[in-house]
């Protein structure tokens, strides 16, 4: 790069030392020579540094000064070919002209004054040429922030040099031009750049590259690494906020890619994964509980058990790992005095002794496997700590420099090692938040040696400054990572990889070593561009198929998560292998309400490969997120997405404190809470209706093998609704139809397609059958009218349908419940039938049961929370039998179906229950499937469970009708507790004891 710089800024801003560096030829011409970025950093430093005395502090750019430099450069080397092969004796001709059309003694002076003004001292040829190079520069209107450098108003003020830049315009309009010029005067080519594009340097580096080819080819790479340059320096160090639009995911360029995908653990896709912040969660528990709750053994079991019993398999636990000491201590000196080292800032991978070691892991670990739930934890691979044990003892297997890449950069603040034998410091302006570097500074006493390390970064914001980034061109540095995270997937069955996209080969080249033109997502990093030979060279292989390849030998049955954006979701789980990878369209796509563009995203996923559908992790926040509540809010919007979390294809993850509606983002150095926030128990048990039984059909909704996706069809116009989700799923002969309207606005439509999806008879005697969860209800649909027309639905705004237990049957009483029914839903087809069928044996029934109430004074209200058994319960019973005897011909009907029903309506259940019973059993038989059904006996999880409330509510109302003791109470009651409701413990524990044993050596009483 070479430059014109005046005696005077020279002087003022010391450039004595730079001019000093530049070549022989670069100084006997006047001009300033620069010959890499590092010198022209330096140079820009001089200029923008505060200077005493009343000198400018000007505020450029060292990529712009490269760009002016290389501009320059570029039009001395055209210069030097056209006096090489075209007009050798161009500015003596020039030096004659001057003398004859101008006055000599002008000339003269003219040519002195720039002698004088650009030193050192030259022939009047170069002076002349010096003049040309000049005007060319004080005329590119780009230029004119560095114009003080090159200011030509004092000799065009003193001198003739006006004229005489007109004299040269003219003179070279009579020379020849330079073959492969389009025929302009040399004057004119070289105009060109700054006419094309007066106000962008960058705009004139891409008209020379595009335009000059022929004349610059040893140029081009510089010119692509001004251009990255510049791309650097314009992209904003400090910047954050909700991400920009996204596209829908396609796979245009994926057919290039070879398909091997692992193989799934039965296990695997049966997977729901809750994330929960560690220190975070300990935290809530010690307050929950009011004991202290420090470590993971710690734990209580009940929530091992909530978990359980809401329908998780999975725990991600986030901030397992040793932090480092540094990542601490820089919150802590930015003045949060209570933080912690960020979860991703690692001293090494051994589990933190404050959350009890190995030891307490293995007593959680081992917990949790009794319930069903694997352990899940990170890995961080592309960086560690400040401080980790790596720095320490491996410092070669990071990206260095020996030397700060920006001059301005101070290292003075305090040592953030805790070995005294190293200094680690971040850049001082870190600490106030007005710059951020991408190195720190690494000083080992024993070696005597100045390091300057590049921390983690991924080239969207700015670099994470309590971490360094290994160099995965280091092929030993490649290896012990992938031994560490083989060690890590040995100690957990999922392992989610943090930043996991950074590392695919295109973005490790991206980001650390692009391509020349390709640069500019890191500062600093232009000019260490790579060609695709030589970087293909240093790492042949993608790091991740290597790890994926290496796992499943050496720890098969490991989940590989990979948290991967930037379009590349399919080739992480087709290409590389990975078990599930992150689905960030599906929060910010339906967040927004981009619903056409996530629809496009499914169907285009579909018709390219089905099965990455089932591989995607999709969510509603994650650590780097907004709460899902603050995203989605607590509505019926919340609980449409979330419906669709659960049962689309994939891996479904809830954040922490999703399910109790917290709105307080957990920082990844966040020791506890910081509001006081309670959960919400309205979320919770609508979580509860709505969300966690789907959750335990995970088995139904994983795989993209039956996933239908339908287009909603608009009742009014017979356009496609892109705002409605409707699609289908089955598996082992169960099926399910999920509708969602993403949108504040009603909508009513058609769905065609699903008698042919859910392989339904379509015949005109058979009628489909299907249970909406939300409503309650059940529906009969025409087969035939279904396939024909489709399934119309009515959606409110946001809106959410859940069809399950979907089949067909056919038969005279389904032809009569379709006619009756007419499209309403009923709580119960049995009963609806019953109704149908039975009404007026019913009606009598009824009228028994009415006058009994009114002989009582009172009729009983059903479902009281303070009702307490009536002391004539007896008088119900009796009333039912004799009612029994005398319809003994339509009983076994009642009895078997409709009488439970037809009884609660009328009567509390626990009555009910207690009544029903005693029809057919004279004493209480545990084993009986009458007394588990009226104990609500329940299979979760392998094990069978009985209710509480049902339980007691037996024990109150039985004894008024069956021969049972106090005693025999009391031992139930006892019972009750110590089985912790599981019904077979409860068995063991009621069963009649054995009497002891005759003795045959016992004495005969004397008689």
């Not at 720095?391 to 070995?419: C, V």
């Not at 093998?705 to 289908?728: I, R």
Request: charged share 25%; proline share 5%.
């Amino acid at each position: 790069m070479e430059y014109q710089v005046r005696r005077q800024v020279r002087e003022d801003y010391g450039l004595g030392e730079l001019v000093s560096r530049g070549d022989a030829e670069a100084q006997r011409r006047g001009f300033l020579a620069l010959g890499n970025i590092r010198e022209v950093r330096e140079f820009a430093f001089r200029l923008t540094a505060n200077h005493a005395n009343g000198i400018d502090k000007h505020n450029i750019s060292a990529g712009d000064l490269q760009a002016v430099g290389l501009i320059n450069e570029i039009i001395l080397y055209i210069l030097k070919q056209y006096l090489d092969t075209v007009q050798p004796d161009a500015f003596e001709k020039a030096h004659a002209r001057l003398e004859e059309h101008l006055d000599p003694l002008q000339t003269a002076h003219l040519l002195s004054s720039f002698d004088d003004e650009y030193p050192p001292e030259k022939r009047a040829s170069l002076n002349i040429e010096g003049i040309f190079c000049l005007a060319l520069s004080n005329l590119n209107p780009a230029f004119e922030p560095f114009r003080f450098l090159f200011d030509d108003r004092p000799l065009a003020e003193e001198t003739v040099y006006p004229q005489a830049v007109d004299e040269l315009k003219a003179h070279f309009k009579g020379l020849p031009p330079l073959p492969g010029g389009d025929g302009k005067s040399l004057w004119d080519m070289l105009r060109e750049p700054a006419l094309a594009a007066p106000n962008s340097l960058r705009g004139q580096l891409e008209y020379i590259a595009k335009n000059w080819r022929g004349f610059i080819g040893e140029f081009l790479d510089l010119i692509l690494s001004a251009m990255d340059v510049i791309a650097e320096e314009q992209k904003p160090h400090w910047f954050g906020g909700p991400p920009g639009p996204m596209d829908a995911l396609t796979f245009e360029h994926h057919d290039d890619e070879y398909e091997k995908f692992s193989q799934d653990k039965e296990w695997m896709p049966k997977t729901v994964l809750m994330a929960k912040s560690t220190l975070v969660w300990l935290w809530q528990l010690t307050q929950k509980y009011e004991r202290e709750i420090h470590t993971l053994d710690a734990i209580p079991d009940e929530e091992l058990d909530e978990l359980s019993r809401r329908g998780f398999t999975g725990l991600w636990l986030i901030g397992l790992w040793e932090r480092s000491n540094a990542s601490r201590t820089i919150k802590q000196w930015k003045g949060n005095p209570e933080a912690a080292a960020s979860a991703y800032s690692l001293y090494d991978y051994d589990i933190a002794e404050e959350l009890g070691g190995w030891p307490a892991l293995n007593n959680l670990k081992e917990r949790c496997a009794r319930r069903g739930i694997r352990l899940g934890s990170d890995m961080v691979p592309n960086h560690t700590g400040l401080d980790s044990r790596w720095i320490m003892e491996h410092p070669d297997r990071f990206l260095q420099l020996d030397h700060p890449p920006y001059p301005q950069y101070q290292y003075g603040s305090g040592n953030l090692s805790n070995n005294d034998n190293v200094v680690v410091q971040i850049e001082d302006h870190y600490y106030n938040n007005t710059d951020c570097a991408v190195v720190f500074h690494y000083y080992n006493k024993w070696e005597n040696r100045h390091r300057y390390i590049y921390h983690g970064n991924d080239g969207t914001s700015m670099p994470w400054n309590d971490t360094a980034q290994i160099d995965f061109l280091n092929p030993e540095a490649r290896e012990a990572v992938i031994q560490t995270i083989v060690g890590v997937c040995r100690q957990f069955p999922i392992v989610r990889f943090d930043a996991a996209m950074t590392l695919a080969k295109r973005h490790i080249q991206r980001l650390w070593y692009p391509l020349p033109g390709h640069g500019g997502d890191i500062a600093s990093r232009a000019e260490h561009a790579m060609s695709d030979d030589e970087f293909n060279k240093r790492i042949p292989n993608e790091f991740w198929r290597e790890v994926v390849d290496r796992c499943a030998v050496e720890a098969p049955n490991t989940l590989l998560l990979a948290e991967a954006f930037w379009m590349m979701e399919g080739y992480f789980v087709r290409t590389l292998g990975m078990h599930r990878v992150y689905n960030s369209a599906f929060m910010n796509m339906l967040k927004m309400e981009d619903n056409a563009k996530y629809r496009a995203t499914i169907k285009n996923t579909i018709a390219f490969e089905p099965e990455i559908l089932q591989r995607f992790v999709n969510f509603m926040n994650n650590p780097d997120e907004d709460t899902a509540v603050a995203q989605f809010g607590k509505g019926d919007k919340y609980f449409g997405v979330a419906t669709l979390l659960v049962t689309m294809p994939g891996l479904p993850m809830i954040g922490h404190g999703q399910i109790e509606g917290f709105e307080e983002k957990y920082g990844m150095e966040y020791r506890r809470a910081y509001r006081d926030e309670k959960p919400d128990e309205w979320l919770v048990k609508r979580h509860e209706k709505e969300i966690f039984p789907l959750m335990k059909k995970r088995y139904l909704f994983a795989g993209a093998q039956n996933f239908v996706l339908y287009d909603f069809m608009n009742a009014n116009n017979g356009t496609v609704n892109e705002n409605v989700f409707a699609y289908s799923n089955m598996a082992g002969g169960e099926k399910a139809l999920v509708l969602y309207n993403n949108k504040y606005e009603n909508t009513a439509g058609w769905v065609k397609g699903i008698t042919s999806a859910l392989l339904l008879h379509e015949g005109a005697d058979w009628f489909t059958l299907m249970y909406e969860m939300h409503a309650g209800l059940w529906y009969v649909r025409s087969s035939k009218q279904l396939a024909e027309e489709g399934l119309f639905c009515e959606l409110q705004g946001y809106g959410c349908q859940v069809f399950m237990d979907i089949h067909d049957a056919n038969g005279e009483q389904y032809a009569k419940l379709n006619n009756e029914l007419k499209g309403r839903g009923v709580p119960s087809l049995e009963a609806a039938w019953q109704d149908l069928e039975y009404g007026d044996l019913y009606w009598e029934f009824e009228k028994q049961v009415k006058e009994i109430n009114d002989g009582n004074g009172a009729a009983i209200t059903v479902g009281a929370n303070n009702y307490s058994p009536l002391p004539d319960i007896t008088v119900y019973l009796a009333a039912l039998q004799a009612f029994l005897k005398t319809q003994k011909q339509k009983s076994p009907y009642i009895t078997k179906i409709g009488l439970d029903r037809k009884l609660r309506e009328k009567l509390p259940p626990e009555m009910v229950g207690a009544m029903l019973y005693a029809l057919d059993h004279k004493k209480i038989d545990l084993k009986s499937e009458a007394f588990q059904k009226l104990i609500g006996m329940n299979e979760y999880d392998g094990i069978n469970w009985f209710n509480k409330e049902a339980f007691e509510a037996a024990l109150e109302n039985l004894p008024q009708l069956l021969p049972i003791t106090k005693t025999d109470i009391a031992k139930y009651k006892k019972a009750e507790t110590q089985s912790e409701y599981k019904y077979d413990v409860l068995v063991e524990l009621l069963k009649p004891k054995k009497g002891k044993a005759k003795n045959d050596n016992k004495k005969p009483k004397r008689v």
